[in-house]
T-cell receptor, first 114, second 110 residues
Framework: GAGVSQSPSNKVTEKGKDVELRCDPI?????LYWYRQSLGQGLEFLIY????????KSGLPSDRFSAERTGGSVSTLTIQRTQQEDSAVYLC????????????FGSGTRLTVV | GENVEQHPSTLSVQEGDSAVIKCTYS??????FPWYKQELGKRPQLIID?????GEKKDQRIAVTLNKTAKHFSLHITETQPEDSAVYFC?????????FGTGTSLTVIP
């Protein structure tokens, strides 16, 4: 597609449920990043995929968070046993090469845990 | 790893005045410094970037300066307009990850 696509755009879930957030990067972009943005806060790095290399998971806040990237394209961020503090906007970004060309954000998924 | 600090966290200016946002970084290997503008409820959008082999770059009313020795870079917005009101993020990259500053909320008062 023309841009980074994220779905759903909004998700309301009950505390304790699992959620899956999807990111479809720009075609051909080898690098994919997930960030979390709490209300009025900055961009918190979560995880980074680059090609077929092992992902950098250093930003994942707990073992309830995991992410996969299948076939070097679509990525799914999974949050298990959601907590209210998980409520935030989850942003995905992709780039053509490591850290540079075409770095573009998706519109994000607004997650609300009630 | 890289550590990016951004100041100020909030900034209010009168329409027509200039706004300056400053960032510092820690990793001397960082060589790419983009700036993003995020309007309320929208995604961050790249507005200008600079690479480490350049000291200054300008695009109409916005400019970015880079001091590699001091490891700091700044965003300058001249003749500010109400539509410049947004959150601005700086970032630094060594070619792998992007490390973002904590953001500056800019309000331009008409």
């Amino acid at each position: 597609g023309a841009g980074v696509s994220q779905s759903p755009s909004n998700k309301v879930t009950e505390k304790g449920k699992d959620v899956e957030l999807r990111c479809d990067p720009i075609s051909g972009h080898t690098a994919l990043y997930w960030y979390r943005q709490s209300l009025g806060q900055g961009l918190e790095f979560l995880i980074y995929f680059q090609g077929n290399s092992a992902p950098d998971k250093s930003g994942l806040p707990s073992d309830r968070f995991s992410a996969e990237r299948t076939g070097g394209s679509v990525s799914t961020l999974t949050i298990q046993r959601t907590q209210q503090e998980d409520s935030a906007v989850y942003l995905c970004a992709s780039s053509l090469v490591q850290g540079f060309a075409g770095y573009t954000f998706g519109s994000g998924t607004r997650l609300t845990v009630v | 790893g890289e550590n990016v600090e951004q100041h100020p966290s909030t900034l209010s200016v009168q329409e027509g005045d200039s706004a300056v946002i400053k960032c510092t970084y820690s990793d001397s290997a960082s060589n790419y410094f983009p700036w993003y503008k995020q309007e309320l409820g929208k995604r961050p959008q790249l507005i200008i970037d600079i690479r480490s082999n350049v000291g200054e770059k300008k695009d109409q009313r916005i400019a970015v300066t880079l001091n590699k020795t001091a490891k700091h870079f700044s965003l300058h917005i001249t003749e500010t307009q109400p539509e410049d009101s947004a959150v601005y993020f700086c970032a630094a990259s060594t070619g792998n990850q992007f490390y973002f500053g904590t953001g500056t909320s800019l309000t331009v008062i008409p």
